[in-house]
């Protein structure tokens, strides 16, 4: 079984995801900081890549530092756009997660009577016809 690079990693799961993959490009530079992949895919598969609150790019880029991991590497995806400026994506840690919504509890009881309620027994006779 050959060893798959890890760009050839990233373009793999970015294929999978987008609607033209024909327009998924990648380039791998290596430098004294590590390895920067820079991806470029189609302007309508942006929110794909990026998904909700930057989910989706952040789970690509924790997959590359397990994949670096192996090989002792520091693996860093940039996402480009196709006129050639970087996108911002959330970073894992600015990403606020919603707080979960929990359903209120409304107990059923008899149903309250009012306190100031005038009884028949209070009204004057020549009131009541």
Partial sequence: MTQMSDQEFVQTIV?????????VKTERVVDDKGILISLTVNEEDMGKIIGKGGRTVNSIRKLLHVLGAKTDERINLKIYEPDGQEVSTPTEDSVVEEPEKKEEVVEESAPEKPK???KLDDVPTDVLV
Avoid: M, N
């Fill in 15 to 23: 294929k999978a995801i987008v609607d033209h993959p024909e327009d």
């Fill in 116 to 118: 100031d309620e005038p």
